[in-house]
């Protein structure tokens, strides 16, 4: 009997997909943690300078020593190579340009709110990210995903909006949370393109080269401190550039040659439950009954989005 494996194969490369978003949300949840440490000694934006510039020398200099010297054939066969288009140059600057201000904002809020409302708040990028998808490159969503993305999206609001009457601080890091979401959004539209054409790393040098250059002044005139000194904060910047951004980020750039953007950003509603399991044993910050019910929706709705054909790349 014919055995058609085209399906199956397709299937195990969805599976380790998805598997390797896992790993990079659980890299990225650290992420609120290592920036409460940081900002101990450094203001928000050195902090996100850090974190991209250790990325761009570790990583950089790991690309540069890792090349394999080209071996000349006697007989070269030519090859065509990929043209980088005017489109994918501003496309590689611009995702360093919306990542600064995504990770600033992200940085700013967490001076003002809890890091779970933070997370929550900020991760409600998928609203965005969808709706881009719609108007700019005209994609199809199922019934299937919409209903799950809806209820992930409940789920999370519901958690979001709970202590709205906590002051208006927090209503402060609200905006600020809600806001770095749209620039995320963004973000993941620019990675899903780049993709086409680019290696995970190579989106992501560029988006920390880029986004060093550009914080570099806004640090000089915002802030007195470049480089953290204490043995805490500089185990924090390492932890983000390292860790993070090294391991979380890269692997979820590498993920959207398989996953859509907006599937990637329903997914990422997950790292508020590890981020907040981390503040409550760091932090003591309280988890009461409802928000183990948000948590719980929240998966409910990321369950029925992965079946979806809209979370693959491309459907």
């Known amino acids: 009997m014919a055995v058609n494996l085209s399906r199956p194969q397709g299937d195990r490369s969805t599976v380790l997909a998805i598997a390797t978003l896992t790993l990079a949300v659980c890299a990225i949840s650290f992420a609120p943690i290592f920036i409460r440490f940081s900002e101990t000694e450094l203001g928000a934006n050195a902090t ?8 761009f020398l570790v990583f950089g200099l790991g690309k540069f020593l890792t090349r394999t010297p080209a071996i000349p054939e006697a007989n070269p066969v030519p090859e065509a190579a990929p043209e980088t288009t005017q489109a994918q140059w501003l496309l590689l600057l611009g995702v360093g340009l919306i990542s600064v201000i995504s990770l600033s904002l992200w940085a700013i809020s967490l001076q003002y709110t809890t890091v779970a409302k933070c997370m929550l708040l900020n991760n409600l990028t998928p609203i965005f990210t969808s709706l881009g998808s719609w108007l700019i490159f005209g994609k199809k969503f199922d019934k299937q995903f919409l209903i799950g993305m809806a209820i992930a999206l409940g789920g999370a609001m519901a958690l979001g909006f709970e202590d709205l009457n906590g002051g208006g601080g927090l209503l402060i890091g609200d905006f600020y949370a809600i806001l770095s979401a749209v620039f995320l959004g963004t973000y993941f539209l ?4 780049l993709r086409n054409t680019f290696d995970a790393t190579t989106i992501l040098l560029w988006r920390c080269g880029v986004g060093s250059l550009l914080l570099v002044p806004l640090v000089f005139f915002t802030e007195d401190q470049f480089f953290p000194t ?4 500089i185990f924090a910047v390492l932890g983000l550039g390292i860790l993070c951004e090294g391991f979380g980020q890269r692997l979820i750039a590498a993920c959207m040659d398989k996953l859509s953007s907006s599937f990637v950003s329903l997914f990422l509603l997950l790292e508020p439950i590890i981020s907040a399991l981390l503040a409550w044993m760091i932090f003591a910050e309280a988890l009461g009954v409802n928000t183990w019910i948000g948590f719980a929706v929240v ?17």
């Open 190 to 193: 620019m990675v899903e393109q």
């Open 230 to 233: 204490s043995k805490l904060a």
């Open 48 to 55: 996100v300078f850090n974190r991209m510039f250790i990325f």
């Open 299 to 315: 998966l409910t709705g990321i369950y029925l989005a992965q079946s979806s054909s809209a979370a693959s790349h491309g459907a």
